[in-house]
């Protein structure tokens, strides 16, 4: 049973460029979260998706970033016109239920995108 | 907003050494979840307690959710270089399980 992908594992991107980043939750698991971890620094909340739907983008700048999960295909964060601090670690969760009934998020490796 | 809070934010210890990590967090937490991150990986979930004062083992780790449920701890005896990451405790923000507030974690290292 494969895990969370996630692709690509490492992006480089000049300042100003579009970095999309892309996971495919472990199957059947319908619950995909996004987080972004900075150097050094613990895992920040972004987004939470459900097949089509955004529940909860709360964590999510709100210029230049989106993320979306389609009915086919795997969940997408998109980052528009990247700036030198965007710069990070991001990682993609699911779970098969909402997360807290069996208190496991199982993380993707991540994607380490790098704004020159 | 909710913090939570680690220390020490590094730990180095010699192989066989014990090591702890602490957790606090500012408001009171339904739950607490321990990860475990090696270097240039990612986080792997080790475990959750839920109730005040529980207390868990997974073979030489021991977990602890204090009595006020606003903070934790992790115990490892006899350290392996296996042991060597970063772990995090992260505790539900807002009222909902997915969206985890996570402290900075303490980075582990082990000399064989």
């Known amino acids: 049973n494969a895990g969370v992908m996630q692709n690509p594992r490492h992006l480089v991107r000049r300042r100003g460029q579009e970095a999309r980043l892309r996971c495919s939750p472990m199957?059947?698991?319908?619950?995909v979260y996004w987080y972004r971890q900075l150097p050094e620094e613990g895992l920040k909340f972004m987004v939470y998706l459900q097949k089509e739907n955004i529940i909860d983008e709360s964590g999510m700048p709100k210029e230049r970033f989106s993320a979306e999960f389609p009915k086919e295909g795997p969940s997408i964060l998109r980052i528009q016109q990247v700036v030198r601090g965007d710069s990070a670690a991001y990682f993609c969760a699911s779970s098969p239920t909402l997360a807290g009934a069996t208190g496991e998020l199982f993380f993707g490796e991540g994607s380490r995108l790098t704004v020159l | 907003g909710q913090q939570v809070m680690q220390i020490p934010q590094y730990q180095h210890v010699q192989e066989g050494e014990d090591f702890t990590t602490y957790c606090n967090s500012s408001t009171t937490l339904s739950n607490i979840q321990w990860y475990k991150q090696r270097p240039g990986g990612h986080p792997v979930f080790l475990i959750q307690?839920?109730?005040?004062?529980e207390v868990k083992k997974q073979k030489r780790l021991t977990f602890q959710f204090g009595e006020a449920k606003k903070n934790s701890s992790l115990h490892i005896t006899a350290t392996q270089t296996t042991d060597v990451g970063t772990y995090f405790c992260a505790g539900p923000s807002g009222g909902s399980n997915y969206k985890l507030t996570f402290g900075k974690g303490t980075l582990l290292t082990v000399n064989p």
């Open positions: 307690l839920v109730k005040s004062g």
């Open positions: 199957k059947g698991h319908s619950h």
